[in-house]
C-alpha cells in the first residue's frame, strides 16, 4: 500500500487522528498503536499502525463481516486463526455471555490478541497453529506482500499445532456453537482429518482456493448436512438441525 492510500484508509476509519497517527509513525516510528473507539463495541480496539490491522479493523468491526443472524444464543465460539483479535471482540461484543477461545500462531499477531482481548474476560487467547494433528509447525510469510494477514503454517517445527478435539478438550468445550476459521489456506489440511464436524453447529469459514486448490474441497467434504450460504470473502455453514447433547443433529 503506497503512502497515499495508507493515508487515505487511516482518515476514512478514524478521522483526523488516525491521519496524525499515521503521518507520525512513518515520520519518527511512533506511535506503534492506534487506540480506535467503535460504536457497539465495548473497549477501544488497539490497532498496529502500518499493519493490516486498519483492513481487518474495518471489515470486521465497522462493515461486520462475520455477522450472521443464527438462530440461537451461542454459548462456545472457536476463532482460529484470531489475528490481532477483531474477531473475538466482534463476538464478545455480540454475545458476553459466550466462552470465546482465540487461537493465533503468529508471534506478533499472538501479542496484539492478548493486548486487545485483555479487558474481555470471556476471551481466551491461546498460542498455537489449528492443524491436523497435535505436535508442529512452521508460521512463514506468505503472499505477494507478504503482510500481517497472509501469514501461513506447514510442516515443520517452531510453533504448537493443535487439533480440534485437543482443543476443546484442553478448554472445556464439548461442543462448538460457533466455528470461525480464516487460516490462510491451513484448511485444508485441517479438514482432510475431521472426525469432529458433528461437534460443530455453525462454521464461518474464509477459504483460499487462491492459494491452495482443494480447500473448498476439504470442507464441503464433511459439511454436506450444512446450509451453504456465501457473503463476501467469508462462507457460512449452518446447520439445520440442533445438536443433541451427544454431538448428533435432530
Given at each position: 500500500m503506497n503512502i497515499r492510500a495508507s493515508a487515505t484508509i487511516y482518515y476514512e476509519?478514524?478521522?483526523?487522528?488516525?491521519?496524525?497517527?499515521?503521518?507520525?509513525?512513518?515520520?519518527?516510528?511512533?506511535?506503534?498503536y492506534f487506540a480506535a473507539p467503535t460504536v457497539g463495541i465495548q473497549h477501544p480496539v488497539l490497532v498496529r499502525l502500518r499493519t493490516s490491522d486498519v483492513e481487518?479493523?474495518?471489515?470486521?468491526?465497522?462493515?461486520?463481516?462475520?455477522?450472521?443472524?443464527?438462530?440461537?444464543?451461542?454459548?462456545?465460539?472457536i476463532d482460529a486463526g484470531a489475528n490481532c483479535g477483531m474477531t473475538s471482540i466482534f463476538y464478545a461484543n455480540k454475545y458476553p455471555d459466550a466462552k470465546i477461545v482465540a487461537v493465533e500462531p503468529e508471534p506478533s499477531n499472538y501479542a496484539a490478541l492478548v493486548r486487545n482481548s485483555a479487558r474481555y474476560p470471556n476471551i481466551m487467547p491461546v498460542y498455537g497453529a489449528l492443524w491436523n494433528v497435535d505436535g508442529e509447525v512452521e508460521v512463514f510469510p506468505g503472499g505477494r506482500l507478504k503482510r500481517k494477514w497472509s501469514f501461513r503454517v506447514r510442516t515443520g517445527a517452531g510453533c504448537r499445532a493443535i487439533t480440534l478435539p485437543t482443543l476443546m478438550h484442553e478448554t472445556g468445550i464439548d461442543e462448538i456453537d460457533i466455528l470461525k476459521i480464516d487460516v490462510e489456506g491451513a484448511e485444508r489440511e485441517i479438514f482432510s482429518n475431521c472426525n469432529w464436524m458433528d461437534k460443530v453447529r455453525f462454521l464461518a469459514i474464509e477459504l483460499h482456493?487462491?492459494?491452495?486448490?482443494?480447500?473448498?474441497?476439504a470442507v464441503d467434504a464433511v459439511t454436506k448436512d450444512l446450509r451453504k450460504t456465501q457473503r463476501g470473502p467469508v462462507t457460512f455453514y449452518s446447520r439445520k438441525k440442533r445438536l443433541t447433547t451427544s454431538g448428533h443433529s435432530s
Amino acid at each position: 500500500m503506497n503512502i497515499r492510500a495508507s493515508a487515505t484508509i487511516y482518515y476514512e476509519n478514524f478521522g483526523i487522528r488516525g491521519l496524525l497517527a499515521i503521518s507520525a509513525n512513518r515520520v519518527c516510528g511512533f506511535p506503534k498503536y492506534f487506540a480506535a473507539p467503535t460504536v457497539g463495541i465495548q473497549h477501544p480496539v488497539l490497532v498496529r499502525l502500518r499493519t493490516s490491522d486498519v483492513e481487518l479493523y474495518k471489515s470486521v468491526l465497522l462493515e461486520s463481516e462475520y455477522d450472521y443472524a443464527v438462530p440461537f444464543s451461542p454459548s462456545t465460539i472457536i476463532d482460529a486463526g484470531a489475528n490481532c483479535g477483531m474477531t473475538s471482540i466482534f463476538y464478545a461484543n455480540k454475545y458476553p455471555d459466550a466462552k470465546i477461545v482465540a487461537v493465533e500462531p503468529e508471534p506478533s499477531n499472538y501479542a496484539a490478541l492478548v493486548r486487545n482481548s485483555a479487558r474481555y474476560p470471556n476471551i481466551m487467547p491461546v498460542y498455537g497453529a489449528l492443524w491436523n494433528v497435535d505436535g508442529e509447525v512452521e508460521v512463514f510469510p506468505g503472499g505477494r506482500l507478504k503482510r500481517k494477514w497472509s501469514f501461513r503454517v506447514r510442516t515443520g517445527a517452531g510453533c504448537r499445532a493443535i487439533t480440534l478435539p485437543t482443543l476443546m478438550h484442553e478448554t472445556g468445550i464439548d461442543e462448538i456453537d460457533i466455528l470461525k476459521i480464516d487460516v490462510e489456506g491451513a484448511e485444508r489440511e485441517i479438514f482432510s482429518n475431521c472426525n469432529w464436524m458433528d461437534k460443530v453447529r455453525f462454521l464461518a469459514i474464509e477459504l483460499h482456493d487462491r492459494y491452495f486448490s482443494g480447500c473448498s474441497e476439504a470442507v464441503d467434504a464433511v459439511t454436506k448436512d450444512l446450509r451453504k450460504t456465501q457473503r463476501g470473502p467469508v462462507t457460512f455453514y449452518s446447520r439445520k438441525k440442533r445438536l443433541t447433547t451427544s454431538g448428533h443433529s435432530s
